[in-house]
């Protein structure tokens, strides 16, 4: 989570392992995300690949099954805080001012994102690629003003077609065709993510 008084962390404690560097640029958390929505890729390797990127493939080499053990620990960890919110806690209604996970894909939205940061920041988040923290683009992503693109786009799918008629309820109608959601929703990559580490967890408790 984005502090104004702390450092960033550039590291993790890695259970069994140590302390590692670890990779935390918006663009590497951006294409976990993009992984987790690959149904076709095993989890063993996601879980290699997810080592790769956010801690370089170091000192694990995927020769046993403790390393996979400690790679989905240590991701699995990792993922806890790149979801954490300020403003909720677990259960509780959601009183955030960001973006539902329910109503968007960082994949299928991401021209419109893209745009975003230059209408609101006047960032282009590829130049920023491999240098902007996952924590600065969280806190501008989660604050875009209703006029940018991608708050537009998140709107018309969240907007209710009841007491609408005419051509109002068709512009609508057709605008929230045009801008469905055609794979998974960032919330559904998440639980799918979250499945994959609780049965991972749960095997390794049964080898034990």
Avoid: C, H
Avoid at 122 to 142: S, V
Avoid at 172 to 197: C, H, N, P, W
């Amino acid at each position: 989570m984005l502090s104004l008084t702390d450092k960033l962390d550039s590291t993790l404690v890695v259970t069994g392992v140590g302390e590692l560097p670890v990779n935390l640029a918006y663009n590497t958390v951006l294409k976990w995300y993009s992984i987790g929505e690959d149904k076709r890729m095993r989890i063993v390797d996601k879980i290699r690949v997810g080592w790769q990127l956010f801690f370089n493939g170091v000192v694990l080499d995927f020769g046993s099954a403790d390393d996979y053990e400690v790679a989905s620990r240590a991701i699995s960890e990792l993922l806890e805080y790149i979801n954490e919110d300020p403003y909720n806690v677990p259960d509780e209604a959601n009183s955030s001012s960001a973006p539902s996970p329910e109503v968007f894909s960082y994949s299928q939205d991401a021209e419109a994102i893209y745009a975003s940061f230059i209408y609101d920041y006047g960032i282009d988040l590829i130049e920023e690629r491999d240098k902007m923290r996952w924590e600065k683009f969280r806190a501008l992503f989660n604050n875009l003003s209703p006029n940018s693109p991608f708050r537009r786009i998140v709107e018309i799918r969240q907007s209710d077609t009841r007491g609408l008629k005419g051509e109002e309820l068709v512009k609508l109608t057709e605008a929230q065709s045009y801008y469905r959601l055609k794979g998974q929703s960032t919330s559904q990559v998440d639980d799918a993510i979250g499945a994959m580490f609780s049965m991972l967890a749960t095997q390794a408790k049964q080898n034990q």
